[in-house]
T-cell receptor, first 114, second 115 residues
Framework: AQSVTQPDIHITVSEGASLELRCNYSYGATPYLFWYVQSPGQGLQLLLKYFSGDTLVQGIKGFEAEFKRSQSSFNLRKPSVHWSDAAEYFCAVGAPGGSYIPTFGRGTSLIVHP | DAGVIQSPRHEVTEMGQEVTLRCKPISGHDYLFWYRQTMMRGLELLIYFNNNVPIDDSGMPEDRFSAKMPNASFSTLKIQPSEPRDSAVYFC?????????????FGSGTRLTVV
């Protein structure tokens, strides 16, 4: 079974600074990988996904993520953070051809200082 | 499309009462998922349906929980009787083709408080 770890519970950055949120997964092959964002009082919104191909994936709101097989990682990045990016971010991993049930990480809370 | 619609947004009920949460998935989506989110346990999958048929309910915590999907445009999650430990945010999500389809669309959730 797959699993996913988000090592950082909270991340604090200044507005305009760069951002990297970490995600590590455990799975025997290349999984499907996702990043979601949850604003307060809202449901989760898909930011980007990786199935195969180019390991650098572009998403919405200026986010990107890079799949690194050797490190079993799928870190989320943004070159310049805006105050509106403050939210909870979830990494999820799913098994291709499996039960269609992705496993979500516990989330990383992003705090943005002005 | 209006997205996944959940009702009510907030529900406060007394212990022992029956609670029914409702979900309208995106039209044309063939998978529907019910999740529960708490600080202690994070996001937990309770049950999911494919073409209105329950596929896996192993995440349903107890027999007090039940879910139905009578048609492609409506699903309910019922808790009877409710207990304070059921307090959480319950999300419904739908997708086309499951995870192969590229991700889920989540509703805004129902915040349940059992007092």
């Amino acid at each position: 079974a797959q699993s996913v770890t988000q090592p950082d519970i909270h991340i604090t950055v200044s507005e305009g600074a760069s951002l990297e949120l970490r995600c590590n997964y455990s799975y025997g092959a290349t999984p499907y990988l996702f990043w979601y964002v949850q604003s307060p009082g809202q449901g989760l919104q898909l930011l980007l996904k990786y199935f195969s191909g180019d390991t650098l994936v572009q998403g919405i709101k200026g986010f990107e993520a890079e799949f690194k097989r050797s490190q079993s990682s799928f870190n989320l990045r943004k070159p310049s953070v805006h105050w509106s990016d403050a939210a909870e971010y979830f990494c999820a991993v799913g098994a291709p051809g499996g039960s269609y049930i992705p496993t979500f990480g516990r989330g990383t809370s992003l705090i943005v200082h002005p | 499309d209006a997205g996944v619609i959940q009702s009510p947004r907030h529900e406060v009920t007394e212990m022992g009462q029956e609670v029914t949460l409702r979900c309208k998935p995106i039209s044309g989506h063939d998978y529907l998922f019910w999740y529960r989110q708490t600080m202690m346990r994070g996001l937990e999958l309770l049950i999911y349906f494919n073409n209105n048929v329950p596929i896996d309910d192993s995440g349903m915590p107890e027999d007090r929980f039940s879910a139905k999907m009578p048609n492609a445009s409506f699903s309910t999650l019922k808790i009877q009787p409710s207990e304070p430990r059921d307090s959480a945010v319950y999300f419904c999500a739908s997708s086309l083709g499951g995870i192969q389809g590229g991700g889920y669309t989540f509703g805004s959730g129902t915040r349940l408080t059992v007092v």
